[in-house]
């Protein structure tokens, strides 16, 4: 385990995934990370790629050559290498090196970088190509926060008009544009797998009984989804906000990747980053 700690938070996070484990917040004597209890769901805070959610029916087609590939992809899985570290700065690398030949056909590396400075940690994701071909993918985060109190709300900040998907059997089924409100966290919001929306930029999660936020930003991402297990009628104790650069596949999606609903896709030798911050308030 690495850990970042200044003033305000320590933060611990593993090899494995390159995962955030904990964000243990100083001032207020709490840990602000769900502790991967499998009861509910037995992780914290996942890397998706190269997916975000499912491809229709466990499989895709590159090629004319067909790829099973299980949901939210393998980079969670996969032990990184430390590339830096200091006080308040690491970075972790993972390179394909040919091991995922069998369910991805492009040879990547991801570098993944935490960066603490005060009350809020930030997030860098960055993608390269290493093939010789056009590579195709999708990214996204999966953090999990406590729940500290019986009274939260999420508001959101925007821009342009937000568009909110329903899914079916985990792929998207329809959209439709809304008028964007704070949303309560209950069994009745939360009970029909993810609220997902478009031109979010920031999400916060308030808790109304003592003023405690947990401040997700990410402007310029594809997609916000909002998630937490529901058992019997009863609530998990945290919720996920979850930024996405791309979906999981359309219900009608018939397998072809390269038209997978918002990927990405990068030249040969190209990279790309993408960056999202946590503040603990």
Not at 83 to 94: K, P, R
Not at 226 to 254: H, K, N, R
């Amino acid at each position: 385990m690495i850990n970042l700690e200044n003033d305000y938070l320590k933060v611990t996070i593993a090899l494995d995934g390159a995962e955030i484990r904990s964000v243990f917040d100083k001032s207020r004597r709490i840990e602000r990370m769900w502790h991967a209890d499998a009861k509910y769901w037995g992780r914290t805070s996942p890397v998706l790629f190269p997916i975000v959610g499912q491809v229709k029916g466990g499989s895709y087609t590159f090629d004319e050559k067909d790829y099973n590939l299980s949901q939210h992809g393998f980079l969670r899985d996969q032990k990184f290498e430390l590339e830096s570290s200091s006080e308040n700065q690491v970075s972790f690398i993972y390179e394909s090196l040919d091991k995922m030949k069998d369910v991805y056909p492009f040879e990547h590396r991801v570098t993944i970088t935490y960066t603490l400075v005060e009350k809020t940690v930030s997030v860098t994701w960055k993608v390269e190509n290493c093939d010789t071909q056009e590579m195709y993918y999708s990214i996204g985060a999966h953090p999990a926060f406590n729940l500290n109190g019986d009274h939260y709300e999420f508001e959101f900040e925007t821009r342009g008009d937000v568009r909110e998907f329903s899914l079916k059997q985990g792929l998207v089924a329809n959209s439709e544009i809304i008028a964007v409100k704070p949303v309560e966290v209950n069994v009745e919001n939360l009970q029909n797998d993810a609220i997902i929306y478009d031109n979010i930029d920031a999400v916060s999660l308030i808790n109304r009984d003592n003023g405690e936020v947990t401040r997700l930003a990410c402007p310029g991402f594809d997609y916000v989804g909002l998630w937490m297990p529901v058992t019997d009628g009863i609530l998990a104790p945290f919720v996920c906000i979850e930024p996405w650069m791309g979906i999981t596949d359309s219900f009608d999606e018939y397998g072809d990747f390269r038209n997978k609903l918002s990927i990405k896709k990068l030249a040969p030798e190209q990279q790309e980053s993408y960056e999202y911050t946590v503040s603990y308030l």
